[in-house]
């Protein structure tokens, strides 16, 4: 369940109020809508009363149709159900009937001067944008050669020096240390950074620094898809690191798996470069050149012709 | 890992020369600590982590500390909050 301000929705969509009843915020568990057809004609089997409820010209031009008992008793069940919010389509008068139940049940009654279907649309992506799971974590957002990158890694590795090498190379930040994560689709991720620090920068040794005002609109960018994360670390004598790529590791944020490199920092170790490598290796994998696996390839055509002659 | 509940009673709330106190104070220890408002949690030790949270006056805050010197860390970080910031000699 989420809340969402009664006062947001109608900004965002347009909305003119009608009657509020008080009501600050609106409860919501999905992005679904229903329309109340059925309803109308008295079928309250499978009643979604929990979604936004929209009336659009198909269903005030069926009440006007219906006789004054039925049509009563049937907007009274309907509004008895404690609905989220019901919202009127292409700016139609409302008759009074209508408004009466509303303000019986004190339920938020809105209406729009958009056509039906256009509004439900908008409304759909509003809510979707607004209920999805989010999550803050700690890293540098940056978007290179059109690829997301998320820098993650200990305090004090060289997370923002690297990002500002990045900037520095015409690259671009969305956020530094705090990373808003929002799942707006199945396997899409949205960073952005807190309203507050937008496009700051921490730097040790210097202070805070505002990357916009140093490096010009061109060097920041609001929100990013992620597509990948590059995790840095202090090199471990003792690990092995990936020497060929033929392997894939992934680490999952709020159930979305993304492709992860691990990057061991070491002295004299250009890291900015290094992301920008594999910024453009990813982009060569998603047109489907794998390096790895061609010099895989060749490899094995080669011993192949060896062996047969 | 262990957590202390805080009211913040600093007249300009956790500005920025506060907030940097207070990630120094974290920095001293190995610890992970948190700082969370709300449903919002910032890593203690990055200013601007803890400059994003937004706190202010009567805001109500949780210290999380995690690691092997927590009790200190909490400790030290209590502190320096009931000190409304000002660090002791």
């Known amino acids: 369940m989420s809340k969402i301000p009664l006062e947001d929705l109608v900004k965002k969509l347009e909305l003119e109020i009608i009657f509020d009843g008080g009501v600050r915020e609106i409860e919501l568990a999905t992005s679904d809508i229903n329309r109340p057809g059925l309803h109308f ?45 019901v919202i009127v389509t292409r700016g139609m008068e409302i008759p009074k009937y209508i408004v009466d139940c509303a303000v019986k049940y004190n339920c938020p009654l809105l209406r729009s001067h958009k056509a039906t279907t256009i509004l439900m649309n908008k409304l759909v992506n509003y809510l979707d944008s607004e209920l999805a799971p989010r999550i803050t974590r700690h890293g540098v957002l940056l ?14 590795i060289g997370k923002s020096e690297t990002a500002l090498e990045l900037i520095k190379r015409g690259h671009r930040l969305v956020a530094d240390d705090a990373v808003e994560i929002k799942k707006v689709a199945e396997h899409r991720l949205i960073g952005d950074s807190p309203e507050l620090i937008r496009h700051f920068m921490e730097v040790r040794g ?68 290094i992301v920008e490598v594999a910024a453009r290796n990813w982009r060569l994998k998603q047109m489907g050149y794998h390096a790895a696996k061609e010099l895989d390839r060749r490899l094995n055509d080669f011993i192949q012709q060896n062996s047969d002659s | ?17 506060p907030a940097a106190r207070l990630i120094k104070a974290a920095d001293a220890f190995d610890s992970e600590i948190r700082i969370i408002k709300g ?51």
């Open chain 1, 41 to 85: 004609a008295g079928f309250f089997d499978y009643f979604s009363k929990e979604r936004i409820q929209v009336i659009g010209k198909s269903e005030m031009s069926y009440l006007s149709k219906l006789d004054r008992d039925k049509k009563l008793e049937h907007l009274d069940e309907f509004f008895s159900a404690d609905l989220p919010c």
């Open chain 1, 143 to 156: 978007d290179v050669y059109g690829v997301g990158i998320l820098l993650m890694g200990e305090s004090g």
């Open chain 1, 206 to 273: 210097i202070g805070i620094i505002d990357v916009k005002a140093l490096y010009g609109v061109g060097a920041v960018i609001n929100a990013k898809a992620i597509d990948m994360v590059m995790y840095m670390e202090f090199w471990d004598n003792n690990k092995e690191y990936d020497r060929l790529g033929l392997v894939e590791n992934y680490i999952e944020i709020l159930g979305v798996k993304l492709p992860k490199v691990e990057l061991p920092v070491r002295p004299g170790r250009n890291l900015a470069i």
């Open chain 2, 1 to 17: 890992m262990i957590e202390k509940e805080f009211v913040i009673d600093n007249e300009a709330g956790l500005h920025a020369r």
């Open chain 2, 39 to 89: 449903d919002k949690i910032g890593n203690a030790k990055s200013l601007l982590s803890v400059l994003a949270l937004g706190i202010f006056k009567g805001n109500k805050i949780t210290i999380q500390a995690d690691g092997p010197d927590e009790v200190s860390a909490l400790y030290r970080i209590s502190r320096l909050i009931e000190n409304n910031f000002v660090e002791e000699d």
